[in-house]
């Protein structure tokens, strides 16, 4: 199976990841950074009694090179003409299905007309997250493996797992962070050759040889995640990548933290919420919306910065990404995707604490009241001192629950039995006696959002507060459709800057975290990369869990990770070439 490209290689790393011992560095014995030897030493006692001494490296980077994996798509006809339907087949009637109906696919055409005039130049996506292969809480390791995913594919094609190529496992037991751009070397001159030269491929659809050239025009990753490809830190005052130094995060100084708020300025400009103090934060906002960086605004920035920088003056830039080696890297216009997954997880999570009131989660104690007190705003929530007993209290807030509306609350999500493979048993999550929600994984809080919680709202909370909710909530629906046209996208976007501004007025400063405020980019995120169907990390997820399963050897993770994606990768390749076959085999047969 290795002569048809089904295999991988191996380089060492520096234990601390800074640097790899491959093409000018294949026979260093150490780091030339850190000085740390790549060698770690065990003794191997055979039955003579003689002990030994072997080598065995200290860091291994499993690279499975992408050339030949993307050479086989086009083995067989039947894939061979998929990887063109975005060409040939695409419905173009205005409305976006597919990446290619996009603006930030429709302008990279623009740019590049000469990758664009072959349709059978692959466009990919990079996809990259941890995950703990020993299935326990206890043992903390992180292997981070690396998918690309080809985009030519039909939308009932690019998000299934057979169609994800895995490109790197970096190993634990500690998640590369920023020195992910070591481990991305060997895949990152592959793309640039993919790039400038191509590889030769032949095309069992047409029956002919071309030169397959490449490009990778996003990446997906969770916001941590963003942060280490990226360069750019996502926590801190400048944690919004796409508002950058334009920000509008504000320091609480009882919380501790900062929030992100002052979404007034994405309303259009005669708005009379815009010179309204006393319901926000104080200020009139007379600003207008923030632009996102461009690649060479952020090229600027970084000047001659390339890797890992001092902290002295708390730039948010942590280096310059290696993805900037890519010629076309600076010119695309969606270089990084927000991921809607992780952020509807986290609204979910606020909303539901904070209207339960479960310690920890909750965004409004004490230290929120008194921020609100030192903003000198919503004085009918500030702490109140108790004149009989001169105890401190603080006020009921509008969408604060009382013990009878928690317990209706609860009531919808404990009986609901959805049907099977429509969603996770929700009721598993519901502590009626504790008056809480504990447990929700992401789809969880998907489903909870989108079509529970608008009913369960309902008789639990004053109008204005449910309505703002269920908007919200709707918000999150239609983003995640997979048919849009520009009308949707231009209501969703005023929707998304009316809603949060009504949640403003609302609830607490504290609650406004940065992934809250990440919901007012969404609509700009589908419009240049397309559905949000192929930007979430979902099938990303539902991946790793397939990969976690290969782990059979706990002491070689990485390893066991490593074949089991090869006999999966073997068994998926043999389907479609011997599909192929046996169509071919049918046709010669009919035609005599």
């Known amino acids: 199976m290795a002569k048809l490209g089904l295999g991988y290689e191996k380089f060492h790393a520096c234990p601390k990841g800074c640097m790899l011992f491959w093409d000018d560095n294949v026979d260093k014995e150490t780091c030339t950074i850190c000085g740390t030897s790549r060698w770690k030493t065990m003794e191997d006692m055979p039955e003579d009694g003689i002990g030994l001494q072997k080598k065995k490296a200290?860091?291994?980077?499993?690279?499975?090179?992408?050339?030949?994996?993307?050479q086989r798509l086009f083995m067989s006809s039947k894939t061979s003409d998929l990887m063109k339907w975005h060409h040939f087949e695409r419905v173009q009637d205005g409305k976006l299905r597919h990446p290619a109906d996009a603006l930030a696919w429709k302008d990279f055409d623009k740019k590049y007309p000469e990758f664009a005039n072959d349709p059978r130049n692959v466009r990919l996506a990079l996809a990259s997250d941890g995950f703990?292969?020993?299935?326990?809480?206890?043992?903390?390791?992180?292997?981070?493996?690396?998918?690309?995913?080809?985009?030519?594919?039909?939308?009932?094609?690019?998000?299934?797992?057979?169609?994800?190529?895995?490109?790197?496992?970096?190993?634990?037991?500690?998640g590369p962070g920023n020195k992910i751009d070591v481990y991305m070397q060997p895949l990152i001159k592959e793309l640039e050759e993919l790039w400038d030269v191509g590889v030769k491929t032949y095309d069992a659809s047409m029956k002919e040889n071309f030169y397959l050239k490449a490009a990778v025009l996003s990446t997906i990753s969770d916001f941590p995640g963003y942060a280490n490809l990226s360069g750019w830190s996502t926590k801190g005052e400048y944690a919004c990548p796409l508002c950058a130094f334009d920000k509008s995060s504000r320091w609480l100084d009882h919380g501790q933290k900062w929030c992100y708020m002052g979404h007034r300025r994405y309303l259009h400009k005669n708005h009379c919420s815009r010179k309204d103090t006393q319901s926000f934060d104080g200020y009139e906002e007379l600003r207008d919306p923030p632009i996102p960086?461009?690649?060479?605004?952020?090229?600027?920035?970084?000047?001659?910065?390339?890797?890992?920088?001092?902290?002295?003056?708390?730039?948010?830039?942590?280096?310059?990404?290696?993805?900037?080696?890519?010629?076309?890297?600076?010119?695309?216009?969606?270089?990084?995707?927000?991921?809607?997954?992780?952020?509807?997880?986290?609204?979910?999570?606020?909303?539901?604490?904070?209207?339960?009131?479960?310690?920890?989660?909750?965004?409004?104690?004490?230290?929120?009241?008194?921020?609100?007190?030192?903003?000198?705003?919503?004085?009918?929530?500030?702490?109140?001192?108790?004149?009989?007993?001169?105890?401190?209290?603080?006020p009921k807030a509008c969408y604060e629950m009382t013990r009878g509306?928690?317990?209706?609350?609860?009531?919808?999500?404990?009986?609901?039995?959805?049907?099977?493979?429509?969603?996770?048993?929700?009721?598993?999550?519901?502590?009626?006696?504790?008056?809480?929600?504990?447990?929700?994984?992401?789809y969880d809080c998907h489903m909870l959002m989108q079509e529970y919680l608008p009913i369960t709202l309902r008789g639990t909370l004053p109008d204005h507060v449910s309505m703002i909710l269920i908007d919200l909530c709707d918000f999150f629906k239609r983003i995640c459709l997979k048919d849009l046209s520009e009308d949707d996208l231009k209501f969703l976007e005023s929707r998304a800057a009316i809603t949060l501004c009504k949640m403003e007025q609302v609830f607490p400063p504290s609650f406004f975290t940065v992934m809250v405020h990440l919901v007012i980019?969404?609509?700009?995120?589908?419009?240049?990369?397309?559905?949000?169907?192929?930007?979430?990390?979902?099938?990303?997820?539902?991946?790793?869990?397939?990969?976690?399963?290969?782990?059979?050897?706990?002491?070689?993770?990485?390893?066991?990770i490593a074949e089991g994606y090869l006999a999966r990768e073997s068994l998926t390749f043999c389907s479609r070439y011997l599909s192929g076959v046996r169509d071919l085999i049918f046709q010669t047969s009919k035609e005599r």
Request: charged share 25%.
């Open 293 to 394: 960086p461009s690649g060479v605004i952020c090229l600027n920035q970084l000047d001659c910065v390339e890797f890992l920088v001092d902290n002295a003056e708390k730039s948010p830039w942590k280096r310059k990404s290696i993805f900037f080696k890519l010629p076309y890297w600076k010119n695309l216009l969606l270089r990084h995707n927000l991921d809607v997954m992780h952020i509807e997880k986290n609204v979910c999570d606020n909303i539901v604490g904070t209207l339960l009131g479960q310690v920890g989660k909750s965004k409004d104690n004490m230290k929120a009241r008194l921020d609100l007190e030192k903003w000198g705003i919503r004085e009918e929530l500030h702490p109140k001192k108790n004149p009989r007993s001169n105890n401190i209290y603080l």
């Open 58 to 70: 200290m860091n291994i980077l499993r690279w499975f090179p992408i050339k030949s994996r993307l």
């Open 405 to 442: 509306e928690k317990d209706l609350f609860l009531e919808l999500p404990k009986s609901i039995k959805p049907p099977d493979e429509y969603s996770s048993n929700i009721s598993r999550c519901v502590q009626l006696k504790d008056r809480k929600l504990t447990g929700m994984k992401s």
């Open 521 to 560: 980019h969404l609509v700009r995120e589908v419009r240049l990369g397309g559905p949000m169907t192929f930007w979430w990390m979902y099938p990303i997820e539902r991946d790793l869990s397939t990969l976690k399963s290969y782990v059979n050897n706990k002491a070689y993770p990485e390893g066991s």
């Open 132 to 174: 703990n292969p020993y299935r326990t809480m206890n043992v903390a390791y992180s292997i981070w493996p690396v998918f690309l995913i080809p985009y030519n594919l039909p939308p009932w094609y690019v998000m299934k797992q057979p169609n994800f190529i895995l490109s790197l496992i970096i190993p634990g037991p500690k």
